[in-house]
């Protein structure tokens, strides 16, 4: 019988079951089953008991790949830099060494696409690394 609390995880899938067993049920790995134990006190509601699911499906990488619509900035170079233009729902990170240009670059690119009709967002971050410099 099973303890209280305990949960067996598979750790190649991370499927959980309330009892071990030698191979995992989702996935098919052999001595994988790892005890989680999680106490729980008297009265509290039980987990709700993990769905069944296989996992993900890969696919080859043989066959047609469809290519991702893109927004074109109007930049040419920009958008031949990022593959023929911005891919929706992406996020591409620039860096550079200070003063280089990149936030005029990303200003105008912005700029560009959202006069085209796309809609855009522009997130600025800064990094600052503290030099420790020994003193002799």
Do not use: H
């Not at 709700?48 to 893109?70: I, K, M, N, Y």
Request: aromatic share 4%; hydrophobic share 35%.
């Amino acid at each position: 019988m099973a303890r209280d609390g305990a949960t067996y995880v598979c750790q190649s899938c991370g499927a959980s079951q309330s009892r071990w067993s030698g191979q995992c049920p989702a996935c098919g790995t052999w001595n994988a089953m790892v005890e989680e134990s999680g106490i729980r006190p008297p009265g509290a509601l039980a987990a709700s008991r993990p769905s069944r699911t296989r996992g993900l499906d890969f696919q080859g990488l043989s066959g047609e790949v469809r290519a991702l619509p893109r927004i074109q900035t109007g930049i040419e170079e920009f958008d031949r830099v990022c593959g023929g233009g911005v891919a929706r729902g992406s996020a591409i990170l620039v860096g550079g060494d200070p003063g280089v240009g990149k936030s005029t670059l990303l200003m105008q690119a912005v700029a560009a696409a959202a006069t085209r009709g796309a809609t855009c967002a522009y997130i600025s971050g800064e990094e600052s690394v503290d030099q420790v410099r020994s003193r002799a």
